[in-house]
């Protein structure tokens, strides 16, 4: 059989027996049983099935891969509530110099004073944006974060003698928060959202009682709207004995310029791969540090880090691990969290100082509202308009349910046509409230062009679907995958292959 492309071989149709890219030297120590050295009922009956190809393969081969992916650094990716902006190549090399990358995670505290003092400096620095004065970095992702915060809300009713057994979370938060109330034993109680897309305060009254543990709450919210009612939602959550949680997934918008702690919220999660431009995506590393108040501080996960002595004279400090917290919830992980994401993040915040960060976003504010007043101009809030049409933070949700009725796509299809565009689609069906949800995130590091050209080529899809909705209905066109059944995929995994 005749390829049309060299490149539609498979890694596994590239092997040939006993081809190597690598020959390991003869041994210059004396050789051992392997018996000695694995026990047999530890070993393989038979030998894996590997390709055995050379090294220009290897690397073609990975090259080739990595080019089959949509990525940051080669396409827009405006997708909402999840902030993908440009990660800086200098974070990069900061966190790849051999004290930072070579530095073993069981140091002793003595030998590792660089380290823990950029730990020590960055959770001075969160706290201070989180307008809290105690932090831990301990959580590995934003998830981890908000196990992390429902375990604190739980040590902090239980050291006071109360058992509550709710979690209240409004109807247009991200998934992972009654994921994480379920697995902290709490009951999840949905509050519902106004017209205006403003948790609905009556709502919010009528279930906060005295058995209510935690809000968890993100504001600017999942529909890219400020709480307008943050002031009384306090109020009434703090007038059961409940605590405040923030999810701070969308920070992006307000740093610099709001504090969750201001506002008075009690516990506040970080994404640093969202927010502070640590890469993230394909399965990590993340980092979701907390940050806290007064009263959360006794129970935070140990062992924190902490600096001793040293007064006005920073040359006199030392940095230390601090075990001796009784009424700590124990440890999160192993370690004391991801080091090289800290150093990308800390690079990030020192690179940018506080005009810097409040400069991103008062640009991401500004990048998404000029989006959505440029949808507006093309005439594409005709067919999508905007679910809440207010002045938005850094994202905003369009509804697709007219252009279902009146163009005869949905806005999953349209989300596959962009691919062609070489856009990667916005967030699709979600926040579930919203019929037909297209839910985007332009961030600050995207240019006026750029923008202008994702709002062009969204109308002219629309355009397009007047005259023949089939193109949108098949797309993608030309992506190395075509349109897969993914309802079948998700009902039918196939979770091992063999060759």
């Given at each position: 059989?005749?390829r049309e492309?060299d490149?539609e071989?498979?890694?596994?149709?590239?092997s040939?027996?006993?081809?190597?890219?690598?020959?390991?030297?003869?041994?210059?120590?004396?050789e051992?049983?392997?018996?000695?050295?694995?026990?047999?009922?530890?070993?393989?009956?038979?030998?894996?099935?590997?390709?055995e190809?050379?090294?220009?393969?290897?690397?073609?081969?990975?090259t080739?891969?990595?080019?089959?992916?949509f990525?940051l650094d080669?396409?827009?990716?405006?997708?909402?509530s999840?902030?993908?902006?440009?990660n800086?190549?200098?974070?990069e090399?900061?966190?790849?110099?051999?004290?930072?990358?070579?530095l073993?995670?069981l140091?002793?505290?003595?030998?590792?004073?660089?380290a823990l003092?950029?730990?020590?400096r960055?959770?001075?620095a969160?706290?201070?944006?989180?307008?809290l004065?105690?932090?831990?970095?301990h959580?590995?992702?934003?998830?981890?974060?908000?196990?992390?915060?429902?375990?604190?809300?739980?040590?902090?009713?239980?050291?006071?003698?109360?058992?509550?057994?709710?979690?209240l979370?409004?109807d247009t938060?991200?998934?992972t928060?009654?994921?994480?109330?379920?697995?902290?034993?709490y009951?999840?109680?949905?509050?519902g959202?106004?017209?205006?897309?403003?948790?609905d305060?009556?709502?919010?009254?009528?279930?906060?009682?005295?058995?209510?543990?935690c809000?968890?709450?993100?504001?600017p919210?999942?529909?890219?709207?400020?709480e307008?009612?943050?002031?009384?939602i306090?109020?009434i959550?703090?007038g059961?004995?409940?605590?405040?949680y923030?999810?701070?997934?969308?920070l992006?918008?307000?740093m610099g310029?709001s504090?969750?702690g201001?506002?008075g919220?009690?516990?506040?999660?970080?994404?640093l791969?969202?927010t502070?431009t640590?890469?993230?995506?394909?399965?990590?590393?993340?980092?979701?540090?907390?940050?806290?108040?007064?009263?959360?501080?006794?129970?935070?996960?140990?062992?924190q880090?902490?600096?001793?002595?040293?007064?006005?004279?920073?040359?006199?400090a030392?940095?230390?691990?601090?075990?001796?917290?009784?009424k700590s919830?124990g440890?999160?992980?192993g370690?004391?969290?991801?080091?090289?994401?800290?150093?990308?993040?800390?690079?990030?915040?020192?690179?940018?100082?506080?005009p810097g960060?409040?400069?991103?976003?008062?640009?991401?504010?500004?990048?998404?509202n000029?989006l959505?007043?440029?949808?507006?101009?093309?005439?594409?809030?005709?067919?999508?308009?905007?679910?809440?049409?207010?002045?938005?933070m850094?994202?905003?949700?369009?509804?697709?349910a007219?252009?279902?009725?009146?163009l005869?796509?949905?806005?999953?299809?349209l989300?596959?046509?962009?691919?062609?565009?070489?856009?990667h689609?916005?967030?699709v069906?979600?926040?579930?409230i919203?019929?037909e949800?297209?839910?985007?995130?332009p961030?600050?590091t995207?240019?006026k062009?750029?923008?202008?050209?994702f709002?062009?080529?969204?109308?002219?899809?629309?355009?397009?679907?007047?005259?023949d909705?089939?193109?949108?209905?098949?797309?993608?066109h030309?992506?190395?995958?075509?349109?897969?059944?993914?309802?079948?995929?998700?009902?039918r995994?196939?979770l091992?292959?063999?060759?």
């Open positions: 059989m005749i492309a490149d071989l498979t890694i596994f149709e590239r040939r027996a006993g081809r190597r890219a690598f020959v390991a030297p003869s041994l210059d120590v004396p051992r049983p392997l018996d000695e050295l694995l026990a047999p009922a530890l070993r393989r009956a038979e030998p894996p099935r590997l390709p190809v050379a090294e220009p393969e290897i690397v073609r081969h990975f080739r891969i990595s080019k089959r992916n990525d080669t396409g827009f990716y405006p997708l909402g999840c902030t993908m902006k440009h800086p190549k200098l974070h090399r900061i966190a790849a110099l051999p004290g930072h990358a070579h073993h995670p140091q002793d505290p003595a030998r590792a004073q660089g003092e950029l730990m020590w960055l959770q001075q969160l706290g201070e944006l989180a307008g004065p105690h932090v831990s970095l959580p590995s992702a934003g998830a981890h974060g908000e196990l992390a915060g429902v375990l604190l809300t739980r040590a902090f009713h239980e050291d006071r003698g109360e058992h509550r057994s709710k979690v979370i409004p938060a991200h998934g928060n009654p994921a994480t109330v379920t697995m902290g034993g009951h999840v109680v949905a509050v959202t106004d017209t205006q897309g403003n948790v305060l009556d709502d919010l009254r009528a279930k906060a009682s005295d058995d209510v543990a809000l968890m709450l993100t504001n919210s999942t529909v890219g709207l400020f307008t009612g943050i002031e009384e306090e109020r959550v703090h059961v004995g409940a605590t405040l923030y999810d701070g997934a969308n992006n918008a307000i310029i504090r969750p201001d506002m919220f009690d516990i506040v999660h970080f994404n791969h969202k502070f640590q890469p993230h995506g394909g399965g990590g590393p993340g980092a979701g540090p907390i940050a806290v108040s007064e009263r959360i501080e006794p129970y935070l996960p140990r062992p880090v902490v600096r001793r002595g040293g007064g006005s004279d920073e040359a006199d030392v940095y230390d691990l601090d075990y001796d917290r009784p919830i440890r999160l992980r370690f004391q969290g991801n080091y090289g994401v800290f150093v990308r993040s800390y690079a990030y915040i020192r690179s940018l100082g506080a960060l409040r400069e991103v976003s008062e640009i991401a504010v500004l990048n998404a000029y959505l007043a440029k949808l507006r101009q093309e005439g594409v809030l005709e067919y999508l308009p905007a679910a809440y049409d207010r002045l938005c850094h994202e905003f949700v369009l509804s697709g007219p252009m279902k009725r009146e005869k796509i949905r806005t999953l299809d989300a596959k046509r962009l691919l062609d565009f070489g856009v689609p916005p967030t069906y979600f926040p579930l919203v019929d949800a297209l839910l985007i995130e961030t600050e995207e240019t062009e750029t923008l202008d050209r709002a062009e080529r969204v109308a002219a899809i629309l355009r397009e679907a007047r005259e909705p089939e193109i949108a209905r098949g797309a993608p030309t992506t190395p995958v075509r349109r897969l059944d993914e309802a079948g995929a998700a009902r995994p196939v091992r292959q063999r060759f």
